[in-house]
T-cell receptor, first 114, second 114 residues
Framework: DQQVKQNSPSLSVQEGRISILNCDYTNSMFDYFLWYKKYPAEGPTFLISISSIKDKNEDGRFTVFLNKSAKHLSLHIVPSQPGDSAVYFCAASLAQGGSEKLVFGKGTKLTVNP | GAGVSQTPSNKVTEKGKYVELRCDPISGHTALYWYRQSLGQGPEFLIYFQGTGAADDSGLPNDRFFAVRPEGSVSTLKIQRTERGDSAVYLC????????????FGPGTRLTVL
């Protein structure tokens, strides 16, 4: 049972345009959401996060939007740069019983073309 | 060091052998996590340590897997009687330990069981 879903395995955009990566979740108890970026042969790198009590968080070119009623979040990258090409993972955190494990989606491979 | 380190970076072993994977977290981080990432999937939670104790080991697939963190810093993931299905990238992450803190990942150990 996939609790965090990233339905687009890949996305291709032109340099300078907006990249929008989507993520859906099923567990309404998730209280914190994160986006990670991963390059080949490296571990995931934290990008941006959002608490469930907010609907938007912005950090430079990156903005995450959360729609709790739809159980949906998205990551906007604008303007996109070739260096943004990587696999992006959406993750949700459930702080319960002392554990704060992350539940990850399968990832979306973003390619930014020069 | 500045980040989470993992050794070895690659491990090739034969079916039935025993392996140990090491994780050195960021200094001062009390929480430590192990995840496993198979090809085409997102990282999957294995076990979580708060200090020296395993606070949540619900992700360990079976009793062939075991992890320790005897002094609250370095952790070792141990796999007995390895099987081909254990082949994956094993990721370690650490965080400051409070709720809503980002987890910082190491580069992973790629385990191949022949």
């Amino acid at each position: 049972d996939q609790q965090v879903k990233q339905n687009s395995p890949s996305l291709s955009v032109q340099e300078g345009r907006i990249s929008i990566l989507n993520c859906d979740y099923t567990n309404s108890m998730f209280d914190y959401f994160l986006w990670y970026k991963k390059y080949p042969a490296e571990g995931p790198t934290f990008l941006i996060s959002i608490s469930s009590i907010k609907d938007k968080n912005e950090d430079g070119r990156f903005t995450v939007f959360l729609n709790k009623s739809a159980k949906h979040l998205s990551l906007h990258i604008v303007p996109s740069q070739p260096g943004d090409s990587a696999v992006y993972f959406c993750a949700a955190s459930l702080a319960q019983g002392g554990s704060e494990k992350l539940v990850f989606g399968k990832g979306t491979k973003l390619t930014v073309n020069p | 060091g500045a980040g989470v380190s993992q050794t070895p970076s690659n491990k090739v072993t034969e079916k039935g052998k025993y392996v140990e994977l090491r994780c050195d977290p960021i200094s001062g981080h009390t929480a430590l996590y192990w995840y496993r990432q198979s090809l085409g999937q997102g990282p999957e939670f294995l076990i979580y340590f708060q200090g020296t104790g395993a606070a949540d080991d619900s992700g360990l697939p079976n009793d062939r897997f075991f992890a320790v963190r005897p002094e609250g810093s370095v952790s070792t993931l141990k796999i007995q009687r390895t099987e081909r299905g254990d082949s994956a990238v094993y990721l370690c992450a650490s965080s400051r330990g409070s709720a809503y803190n980002e987890q910082f990942f190491g580069p992973g150990t790629r385990l191949t069981v022949l």
